[in-house]
């Protein structure tokens, strides 16, 4: 199986924070789960594959290709941070309808795909609502329905259900892996729960410190 | 009365913060209505006849809109880069885009006539037209009024942009949007009301500008008049009467502006 994502000897430092070396493969169409401590470096491992970091050294590789220097605009990643990061003055049907609105796609297009994401996140009913009133679920599934909507090659996740409810988050969790199968779409996962990793995770690597300790086979997922 | 539909506890408390914002509102609604209430038919009718008073009114609503779109044109990128870069200088260039706020405005319009004495300063005045661009022109009192205008804008869109979490930039980007379109698409139309609110206090503050604008384009009637400077001309030649019709206007056109404008979207930024 070929490799979606790769990180090779990434290097890079903000602050106090030093990663060094970190190399990481993400195979096509798999769902590929991300952990660590707090502070370990998962979410600046999902800024340097969107581009909105840069490394200090390293590569970046996107289906083979080097996008070290391509800005996140034309990686064609879709990215759905922990708080969702709706637009706050946009309807949710805006909301969704922003990667297509600027990737120029002809109207029609434009609405039958909205549509169909709509659908497979089951947020029709909300598509006329304002994002502030939805709850934290809501609010995740209509991030991910924006993310989803412009057809990613990938889909970096971080941690998508830890703003939500407790009974909520295997429900989002079943949800997730069955978009991942029907779209056979590769997803990197940012996740703190065991329980997290056990439902959705093809594989599982655990980061401490910027530095990856182990990659996991998780067997037992549909 | 404060709180809703919340219970009101400890009445006496909210009361006592009431008071002082009672007083002060009397005093400005009392200041205000002092104007109104000594203004008769007979001043009406004579400022109204008035040809330099019409070109007066023109003249303030030509420049001070003018300089509030050039200010606000300025005041977008300028509050932004303040905002979102730390830069050789920042701190410095942050002070001086504040100096035309706390600088007094005859002071002001002092540095902008020497500067018209610099030999730059003459070139850019004289070396075009020989009557000059902005010394004793309309054209001065734009300069003096976006001068003071840009500052007050340039601090409330920089609010603005500081108060909105530069990750729905990023966000905006790994959706697919260039740096253009998220500035576009995402920045202003996040900022918007602090843009409106910008708008608004730098149409306020130099709507009723008068010293500058004295010292750099002079009183000339149907020149370089502006209300401000009819209410002067007409105070030192007696007319209070008339004086009193001009401040009026200014009181009415001033609440008009900003009753429009807070209803288009400034309202959290106002003062």
């Known amino acids: 199986m070929s490799n979606e ?51 200090d050294s390293g590569v970046v590789r996107l289906g083979g290709e080097i996008v070290n220097d391509i800005p996140p605009w034309k990686r064609n990643i879709g990215y759905v941070p922990q708080e969702g990061l709706l637009f ?60 989803l909507a412009f057809e990613p090659r990938v889909l970096l996740l971080d941690e998508p259900v830890s703003a939500i409810d407790e009974n909520s988050r295997d429900e989002l969790c079943r949800e997730l892996r069955r978009i991942q199968r029907a779209l056979g779409i590769t997803v990197l996962h940012v996740a703190h729960a065991q329980r997290e990793i056990d439902l959705v995770a093809d594989r599982c690597g655990r980061i401490e410190a910027g530095r990856m300790q182990r990659v996991d086979v998780i067997s037992g997922n549909p | 009365m404060i709180c809703g539909k919340k219970p009101l506890y400890g009445k006496t ?55 509030t779109f050039l200010s606000v044109c300025v005041a977008i990128p300028a509050g932004y880069i303040l905002s979102r870069h730390r830069f050789y200088g920042h701190s410095l260039a942050d002070t001086l885009v504040d100096l035309p706020i706390v600088l007094p405005p005859l002071v002001m319009g002092l540095c902008v006539l020497l500067f018209f004495n610099t030999k730059i300063g003459l070139w850019l005045d004289r070396g075009i037209v020989e009557e000059g661009l902005f010394v004793y022109q309309p054209l001065g009192i734009i300069l003096v009024q976006f001068i003071v205008g840009c500052a007050f804008a340039v601090r409330v869109i920089k609010s603005g942009f500081d108060s909105m979490d530069p990750a729905y930039e990023d966000m905006a980007m790994t959706l697919g949007a260039n740096r253009w379109q998220t500035f576009y698409k995402v920045t202003l139309s996040s900022a918007a009301p602090s843009i409106m609110a910008g708008a608004v206090i730098s149409w306020a503050r130099i709507f009723g500008l008068f010293g500058p604008i004295l010292l750099v384009a002079g009183t000339m009637r149907g020149r370089t008049e502006i209300m401000p400077t009819t209410i002067f001309l007409e105070v030192s030649i007696g007319r209070i009467e008339v004086a009193l019709v001009v401040a009026a206007m200014m009181i009415l056109i001033s609440m008009a502006i900003l009753i429009v404008l807070k209803r288009l979207g400034g309202r959290g930024y106002l003062l």
């Open chain 1, 88 to 147: 706050f003055n946009r309807s949710v049907r805006d909301n969704i309808r922003f990667g297509l609105e600027v990737r120029k796609v002809d109207e029609s297009s434009v609405v039958e795909r909205v549509d169909r994401v709509a659908e497979l996140l089951n947020i029709t009913h909300l598509m006329d609502r304002p994002v502030t009133g939805l709850s934290g679920g809501e609010r995740q599934r209509v991030a991910l329905a924006r993310a």
């Open chain 2, 13 to 67: 408390f909210d009361i006592l913060l009431a008071v002082p914002l009672a007083i002060y509102l009397l005093l400005i609604a009392g200041l205000t209505l002092a104007v109104f209430f000594a203004i008769t038919p007979a001043s009406i009718r004579q400022a109204f006849a008035d040809n330099a008073i019409w070109d007066a009114v023109s003249l303030s609503m030509i420049t001070t809109t003018l300089s």
């Open chain 1, 5 to 55: 994502v790769g990180l090779e000897n990434i290097s890079f430092s903000i602050g106090s924070f030093k990663m060094q070396d970190l190399s990481l493969d993400v195979r096509k169409g798999e769902y590929f789960v991300l952990t660590g401590h707090n502070g370990s470096g998962k979410t600046i491992i999902i800024k340097i594959i969107t581009g909105i970091y840069r490394p």
